[in-house]
């Protein structure tokens, strides 16, 4: 089971960014998803996570900006990052809790980052 980021990249002030994240492999169900931010030698901090579902949670600092999404039948979560500050320029990191085939219950996985740069 592999996670893979893509969408990272280069924006202005007040921009947006859509980040993808699709799990692959033996997969027989994928739980919660979401998605981490971290600057080097900080804590890695939460940004969104998403059930099944489709239940969110935001952290404080992106709420009413930044919109998760998840496609259960492709086993993807998306991160839709609007009014784009320098604040917000960090490595972003996709999870997901997977039941592989053949497991006895979910592991935490992790993508292996994608660079979000925010500047003029």
């Known amino acids: 089971v592999q996670l893979v980021e893509s969408g990272g990249g280069l924006v202005q002030p007040g921009g947006s960014l859509r980040l993808a994240c699709l799990a692959s492999?033996?997969?027989?169900?994928?739980?919660?998803m979401a998605w981490y931010r971290q600057v080097p030698g900080k804590q890695r901090e939460l940004v969104a996570s998403i059930t099944p579902g489709g239940s969110t949670h935001y952290a404080d600092s992106v709420k009413g900006r930044f919109i998760i999404s998840r496609d259960n039948a492709k086993n993807t979560v998306h991160l839709q990052m609007n009014s784009l500050n320098p604040e917000d320029a960090d490595v972003y990191y996709c999870?997901?809790?997977?039941w592989g085939l053949g497991t006895s219950g979910p592991t935490l996985y992790w993508g292996q980052g994608t660079q979000v740069t925010v500047s003029s």
């Open positions: 492999g033996s997969i027989f169900s994928v739980e919660d």
């Open positions: 999870a997901a809790r997977i």
